[in-house]
T-cell receptor
């Protein structure tokens, strides 16, 4: 049973446009959410996170939005750059548990 | 500060062979974990440790053993390799809740 779902396996956008990656979750105990970025042949790297007490967190070109009532979060990348082409994983954690629950990832391709 | 290091980067085994995947971190992180990544399966937790001397199973622990004798090292042992263990293995460590730092991965092929 997938508690964190990324329903779009892939996404393609033009350079300079907005990329929106979506993530849904089912466990209402999740209170901290993270996005990781992964290039081929490398380990995932932390990108941005958000606590459940917030509905938005911004870091440069990256913004994460959280809609608790819908159990939905999204990552916005503006403007998208070819170097953003990677697999993006959504992850969630509940309480003091450090175990991350991962989505299956969305492969983003930013075309020049 | 090297972060999380993993060795080897690539390994080929024959069915039934044993090996140890090494993982080390120099950030004094208490929490360490091992994942495997397979196509279409995302990252699946194999084993994890919340500190030296303490380990626990993740969602796919069968066929793997771990130990944590020091804060820095968290080796993953395959006792009798099987083709189903062909995968990319990632080690990660964490100080703060949720934010994990990953190694570069070990690609394992079991023939």
């Amino acid at each position: 049973d997938q508690q964190v779902k990324q329903n779009s396996p892939s996404l393609s956008v033009q350079e300079g446009r907005i990329s929106i990656l979506n993530c849904d979750y089912t466990n209402s105990m999740f209170d901290y959410f993270l996005w990781y970025k992964k290039y081929p042949a490398e380990g995932p790297t932390f990108l941005i996170s958000i606590s459940s007490i917030k509905d938005k967190n911004e870091d440069g070109r990256f913004t994460v939005f959280l809609n608790k009532s819908a159990k939905h979060l999204s990552l916005h990348i503006v403007p998208s750059q070819p170097g953003d082409s990677a697999v993006y994983f959504c992850a969630a954690v509940a309480g003091n548990n450090r175990k991350l629950i991962w989505g299956l990832g969305t492969s983003l391709a930013v075309n020049p | 500060n090297a972060g999380v290091t993993q060795t080897p980067k690539f390994q080929v085994l024959k069915t039934g062979q044993s090996m140890t995947l090494q993982c080390a971190q120099d950030m004094n992180h208490e929490y360490m974990s091992w994942y495997r990544q397979d196509p279409g399966m995302g990252l699946r937790l194999i084993h994890y440790s919340v500190g030296a001397g303490i380990t626990d199973q993740g969602e796919v622990p069968n066929g793997y053993n771990v130990s944590r004798s020091t804060t820095e090292d968290f080796p993953l042992r395959l006792l009798s390799a099987a083709p189903s263990q062909t995968s990319v293995y990632f080690c990660a460590s964490s100080l703060n809740r949720g934010i994990q730092y990953f190694g570069p991965g070990t690609r394992l092929l079991v023939l």
